[in-house]
């Protein structure tokens, strides 16, 4: 079946450092790909997606490109804040005409200023 | 416009009772996915509901159940609860199939 896989955390960082956080997928078919960002005692706030080859997602200064040919989505930004913090999930919505979101493990950011 | 509601916030209930969790999407949304989250198994898709009918089941026992209401509002249900259900349920509503999801704060469940 669908399957994420994420590089494993904890990730601890200075401010103002370059952040990437892996991902890669296994999909049948043309899966939507998505990162999203959970901070302490709430729920999933969707950070970016991308829906076909080559799409590059990007919001508040993260991006990710999705490459079917290494089947990966992996998240990055170039200088990173404390307010960053936050655990991050990448996922995939791979059946069409259904709205299931497949998640990785998660992976946990820490900033120190 | 108001985001998902999920309620309540926390629960704490016994070994073999039952619980039933709400969650209101938002305004216009017609899709209601739940999923449950514990430090172990990561988040697992529960259950897809799209004008009350259920389109997707994910691999749990038939302990957990769920509906939807015409208004979207949808329900879950766990029966006969055990330790191993404690975890944040987490709802999510998309205005339809293969759109944005937007998810609510969950409801913490702890069975003691």
């Known amino acids: 079946g669908d399957s994420v896989t994420q590089m494993e955390g904890p990730v601890t960082l200075s401010e103002e450092a370059f952040l990437t956080i892996n991902c890669t997928y296994t999909?049948?078919?043309?899966?939507?790909l998505f990162w999203y960002v959970q901070y302490p005692g709430e729920g999933l706030q969707l950070l970016l997606k991308?829906?076909?080859?080559?799409d590059k997602g990007s919001n508040k200064g993260f991006e990710a490109t999705y490459r079917k040919e290494t089947t990966s989505f992996h998240l990055e930004k170039g200088s990173v804040q404390v307010s960053d913090s936050a655990v991050y999930f990448c996922?995939?919505?791979?059946?069409?005409?259904?709205?299931?979101?497949?998640f990785g493990q998660g992976t946990r950011l820490t900033i120190n200023p | 416009k108001a985001g998902v509601t999920q309620t309540p916030r926390y629960l704490i209930k016994t070994r073999g009772q039952q619980v039933t969790l709400s969650c209101s999407p938002i305004?216009?949304?017609?899709?209601v996915s739940w999923y449950q989250q514990t430090p172990g198994q990561g988040l697992q898709f529960l259950f897809e509901?799209?004008?009350?009918?259920?389109?997707n089941k994910g691999n749990f026992p038939g302990r957990f159940s769920g509906r939807q209401f015409s208004n979207s509002r949808s329900e879950m249900n766990v029966s006969t609860l055990e330790l191993g259900d404690s975890a944040l349920y987490l709802c999510?509503?998309?205005?339809?199939?293969?759109?944005?999801?937007?998810f609510g704060q969950g409801t913490r469940l702890t069975v003691v």
């Open positions: 999510a509503s998309s205005w339809t199939v293969n759109t944005e999801a937007f």
């Open positions: 999909a049948t078919g043309y899966p939507s």
């Open positions: 991308a829906t076909k080859a080559d």
């Open positions: 996922a995939l919505s791979g059946i069409q005409g259904a709205q299931k979101l497949v």
């Open positions: 305004s216009g949304h017609r899709s």
């Open positions: 509901y799209f004008s009350e009918t259920q389109r």
